[in-house]
């Protein structure tokens, strides 16, 4: 095989990888961003259950805390301090990134309110998501909002 035809067939080979590993990606992204806002709804909502089923455990709550169970994690969330009149969130600012083919992290910036509409909290998070058990959940966070 001529080294012309080799290097044709190699750039050949790493445009389709890349594509494939791009369009892999993409769907990750979006996957996780509708686990993500899923949870979020049930963040604002206070659905502590519903909260619960995005998370897998063990959940590591950075740097406090590793709660081993579901039955824990919804626990964790009926019993978190949040801001005093709070009414609802907004996502303010949401970055995912890849870590590995298994691994992402969401960054978010985000607002409480009150029922006046006036902010109560502004704080940002780091949501780590695996797909370990096949679906993409989070185990573990780190937030100034907790």
Known sequence: MSSNLRLFFGLSSLVIATFSTAQNTQEDVELIRGV????FDDFVSRDFEG??????APLMIIPTRTINSREGIVDFFRKMPIQEGYAYSTQDEVTIR??????YYLDLAFSRFNEDDKIVFEGNSLYFF???????????IWSNGI
């Open 36 to 39: 993500f806002d899923a949870y």
């Open 51 to 56: 909260m619960a089923s995005h998370y897998q």
């Open 98 to 103: 890849r870590m590995s083919d298994s691994l």
């Open 130 to 140: 695996t797909n370990a058990s096949g679906d993409w959940k989070i185990y573990s």
